[in-house]
């Protein structure tokens, strides 16, 4: 299963992909149906997740139903249980809708929700993060995740992330992280997609971030609080909702 997945994921498009879910989600649902894992978001359970990644392929990551990652269920944990996400009034900008959150954000009678991307079906707005057709100090969220390790010049692309943000208003910017590295390292010289999968995790990122987004994030402006939330779940539900331990929501606001 591990070598059909991975050999689906590097060959076929992610807009297919998108589309073609939607058809198989439903019966992988059914088949996979069990009490070991649970999908916070949908509270649905199954005996496995599914294996997902580009290059290294990772174990019980990809919920059936929701199709979503460690990192969805930790972010839906998080804005359900630490913030009014899904009670206050908000203008929310969506980066590369995950299809996890799409319906359901979209769905949020307090939301005034729109999505933003290059190739995405999902998008509202077909726009150039680096050059965004929207206003200044416009959203009070902007959910940008797992976007940014995509682009070349992320300096611009988080200069226009601060602009459009209100003023006390909250940025999530999740990316594939390497806390063992210091430094952020990126290599244009690198072109090969099987090299690039190697080395960057997936055949079209650009860098692997170290430690030092953080340090970026702040010297655009961003006021930066790293919230390792998997310290306020028990060990039981990092298992049960297959979360990886350790992972960092860059939550991010403007002053």
Same mark, same amino acid.
């Given at each position: 299963?591990?070598?059909?997945?991975?050999?689906?994921?590097?060959?076929?498009?992610?807009?297919?992909?998108?589309?073609?879910?939607?058809?198989?989600?439903?019966?992988?649902?059914?088949?996979? @149906?069990?009490?070991?894992?649970?999908?916070?978001?949908?509270?649905?359970?199954?005996?496995?997740?599914?294996?997902?990644?580009?290059?290294?392929?990772?174990?019980?990551?990809?919920?059936?139903?929701?199709?979503?990652?460690?990192?969805?269920?930790?972010?839906?944990?998080?804005?359900?249980?630490?913030?009014? *996400?899904?009670?206050?009034?908000?203008?929310?900008?969506?980066?590369?809708?995950?299809?996890?959150?799409?319906?359901? *954000?979209?769905?949020?009678?307090?939301?005034?929700?729109?999505?933003?991307?290059?190739?995405?079906?999902?998008?509202?707005?077909?726009?150039?993060?680096?050059?965004?057709?929207?206003?200044?100090?416009?959203?009070?969220?902007?959910?940008?995740?797992?976007?940014?390790?995509?682009?070349?010049?992320?300096?611009?692309?988080?200069?226009?992330?601060?602009?459009?943000?209100?003023?006390?208003?909250?940025?999530?910017?999740?990316?594939?992280?390497?806390?063992?590295?210091?430094?952020?390292?990126?290599?244009?010289?690198?072109?090969?997609? @099987?090299?690039?999968?190697?080395?960057?995790?997936?055949?079209?990122?650009?860098?692997?971030?170290?430690?030092?987004?953080?340090? @970026?994030?702040?010297?655009?402006?961003?006021?930066?609080?790293?919230?390792?939330?998997?310290?306020?779940?028990?060990?039981?539900?990092?298992?049960?909702?297959?979360?990886?331990?350790?992972?960092?929501?860059?939550?991010?606001?403007?002053?």
């Amino acid at each position: 299963m591990k070598k059909l997945f991975k050999l689906i994921l590097n060959t076929i498009p992610r807009p297919i992909l998108i589309r073609l879910s939607y058809v198989v989600r439903p019966i992988l649902a059914f088949v996979l @149906k069990g009490n070991r894992f649970t999908d916070p978001i949908d509270g649905k359970s199954f005996r496995m997740f599914l294996p997902y990644g580009y290059g290294t392929q990772r174990n019980n990551v990809l919920s059936p139903s929701t199709l979503s990652l460690e990192r969805h269920r930790l972010l839906w944990l998080y804005l359900k249980n630490e913030t009014d *996400f899904f009670s206050a009034p908000k203008k929310v900008l969506h980066f590369a809708p995950e299809q996890a959150f799409y319906k359901l *954000f979209r769905n949020q009678k307090n939301l005034d929700y729109t999505t933003t991307d290059l190739l995405s079906p999902l998008a509202d707005v077909k726009a150039d993060i680096c050059n965004l057709p929207f206003e200044d100090n416009a959203y009070d969220v902007i959910l940008c995740n797992h976007v940014l390790e995509h682009i070349p010049d992320d300096t611009k692309a988080m200069q226009e992330l601060f602009r459009v943000l209100k003023p006390g208003g909250m940025g999530i910017f999740q990316i594939p992280q390497d806390l063992s590295r210091a430094v952020t390292f990126s290599d244009d010289t690198i072109t090969d997609q @099987k090299e690039r999968a190697k080395i960057f995790g997936q055949y079209d990122h650009v860098r692997v971030y170290g430690r030092d987004y953080f340090e @970026k994030l702040r010297s655009i402006g961003f006021t930066v609080d790293e919230v390792d939330y998997t310290t306020s779940l028990s060990a039981d539900m990092v298992e049960k909702y297959c979360l990886a331990k350790g992972e960092i929501i860059p939550v991010c606001s403007k002053t």
